[in-house]
């Protein structure tokens, strides 16, 4: 799971997130150089997996841990959908970038 989050991370970083949307009005340049959004999103959809099954392990232990999970999971499935809309952004799909932000 660490594993997973810290490649999504580093991959997010690299992201110019700018430049994607400056390239989405010029069709010819190609934004990201390299990174692509979908990459970033399946590492948070593997790390995503792996929280789910620690917490399938631990539910009913603590409270508190129960609550963190939860909070860890619902913040990564917000990433995934940012990082899906931004791939709709990169392939000129505005419509459907709103339609999931």
Known sequence: MDRNLLQAKLLASKLNTQQLF???HNVHHHAG????????????EKALKAMKIQSASTEGVDPLSVLQNEMAEKYTEALITY???????QEQSTVKAMVIL
């Not at 150089?33 to 990459?39: A, H």
């Not at 990082?83 to 952004?89: E, K, P, R, V």
């Open 33 to 44: 150089l390299g990174v692509r959004p979908q990459n970033i999103v399946r590492f948070y």
């Open 83 to 89: 990082y899906i809309a931004l791939h709709y952004i």
């Open 22 to 24: 400056l390239s989405h």
